[in-house]
């Protein structure tokens, strides 16, 4: 039975939303660990499970990648990982609504270097929300916190940029199973070198199942989610809905962690939003199929999450889709930018 466009794309629009709330849940489930495991600890445990069942479920055929895509999938993998440690570390000093905003600045300012005109205006929006954020006149914010926040900020960014590179070479899952364990092998190296008495002295049955649980929550379950969402909506949509995320992140901390912001954080987290919406829906100025694809490239939230997708649309005729491609539309999925999921891990999406 098929669906009308407009059911699609509320469908659609009901799996983006599902995916951010179980990144936003993950990293809140995760944030109860570092008391136990320590930012360090509890970063390790969710990446090394991550990479573990992304290679065991895709089991990617490394023999298909050119020597620069694996060397590009692995620097992806660094990548990711201190993402996640920066992000980790960020939330044990700042609520969580405040660090996701202000890692939100990463892809917002990816999307804002590469527009043009009123694209690039809508850093100004969102500088204003991060003084608002902050607080600097108050020193009501840790500047150590933020520094973290920030600093994540720009490993999303460069995460973006390389998710592009490893999706030209690796469609579906492929690019993300082979730099997911390798973020796995870098945090399992720093925790090694810097607090492996501690995080293994912590380690029980109980937290090896609670860190499997994580993994799936973000970022197995949110990638699923969001690669159906994109067959179902426009990829300028999906950013629309991905620049939501700083909100929900605000939502998740008020109700789970009991975070209550202040009026100038919420005044923040809308200017941040809006930003991201703003630069989003400034940025489609192009149109056509090729033009259209190029286009997605462009959108500031395609991350994540953990969730890096695009929907690369192909110019066909009436034979419908060929192998390899989702059936009966004519499309091909590749990954591309970060979408950030979440941020991993998402980020997350991977990322986080």
Known sequence: MSTSPG??????????????????????????????????????LRLAWAGLLLAVLVRPPLRQFTRQGLLTCALLGVVTAGLTFLFMAAVARIPLGTASALEFLGPLGVAVARGRGPARLWALVAAAGVLLLTEPWHGGADPVGV????AAAACWAGYIVLTQKVGDEATGLRGLAVSMP???LTATVVVALTDAP????????????????????????????????LRRL????????MALEPAIALVIGLVALHQVPGRSAVVGIGLVVAAGVGAERSGVREHGIRRSARRSRSSPVLRATLSPWILRRRSRGRGG?????????????SSATALPGRRGCGGPSPRR
Do not use: H, K, N, Y
């Not at 520094?147 to 920030?150: S, T």
């Not at 889709?321 to 999925?333: E, K, T, Y």
């Open 234 to 241: 426009t990829a300028a949509a999906f950013g629309t809905l």
């Open 7 to 44: 059911s699609g794309a509320r469908l659609g629009s009901a799996f983006a939303v599902v995916a951010m709330l179980c990144v936003q849940l993950g990293l809140a489930a995760s944030i109860g660990l570092i008391d136990r495991l320590g930012t360090g600890g509890t970063a390790w």
């Open 182 to 184: 390798v973020a796995g």
């Open 147 to 150: 520094g973290f926040a920030l």
């Open 198 to 229: 501690a995080v293994l002295g912590a380690l029980d049955a109980q937290l090896l199942l609670i860190g499997l649980g994580l993994a799936v929550l973000l970022p197995v379950v949110p990638f699923s989610l969001e690669m159906v969402a």
């Open 321 to 333: 889709a060929s192998r390899g491609d989702a059936p009966g539309r004519g499309l091909r999925w």
